[in-house]
């Protein structure tokens, strides 16, 4: 760091100034509440013998008076700073922790969606299927119909296992009906 002239010199000044504010204040409190009421003593007879303090190098005196008034000042200024009391509320605001942090916004409510009905209930796929037919002259025609290994002979009207009803012949099909939910099934009857 280079110091210029300048900067020397505010150096010097403020070394100074340091050692005249040591150098004139009063090492203990009782000392500067005397040397206040000696000032003021002193300030009243300086009134009464001014010609013989002005023989007796009175210069002098009056000056370390009043050097000793703005040093009992400064020491009166340092003290009421030593025993200063601070609030605790501003104290504790100064250094209060402060977060940036906003929350953010709720999440939107959840759409309200619609149930959709159930659907329609529907017949199982019939479980049949046509090995032939025989129509005897004067008699009703017979269906033969197989499930798995079972075998059953129907005619128009009949009922099987209390499930479907055989309702007729139409367009080269047989009509059944699934009893519990009334629905009109086909099964193809073929070239038989």
Avoid: C
């Avoid at 760091?1 to 070394?15: C, F, H, I, P, S």
């Avoid at 209060?96 to 969606?113: D, E, F, I, L």
């Avoid at 309702?167 to 099964?187: F, R, S, V």
């Amino acid at each position: 760091m280079v110091l210029t002239g300048r900067l020397k010199l505010l150096m010097v000044a403020a070394a100074a100034v340091a050692v005249y504010v040591v150098m004139s204040a009063p090492k203990d409190p009782a000392e500067s509440t005397a040397a206040s009421s000696g000032a003021a003593s002193h300030a009243a007879t300086g009134s009464q013998g001014a010609g013989a303090s002005a023989q007796s190098g009175g210069n002098r005196a009056s000056g370390r008076n009043v050097s000793s008034a703005g040093s009992e000042d400064a020491a009166r200024m340092l003290a009421q700073l030593s025993n200063r009391v601070t609030d605790d509320q501003s104290a504790g605001a100064l250094f209060k922790a402060q977060s940036w942090y906003t929350p953010p916004p709720p999440p939107p409510p959840a759409p309200v969606v619609a149930a959709a009905p159930p659907p329609a209930p529907t017949a199982p796929p019939v479980p049949f299927a046509i090995m032939g037919s025989y129509a005897r002259p004067g008699d009703a025609k017979v269906y033969f119909l197989t499930r798995g290994e079972r075998v059953f002979d129907v005619r128009v009207g009949d009922t099987i296992d209390n499930t479907y009803s055989v309702d007729g012949e139409a367009n080269g099909q047989l009509l059944l009906t699934y009893k519990p939910l009334g629905i009109q099934q086909t099964l193809p009857i073929g070239g038989s």
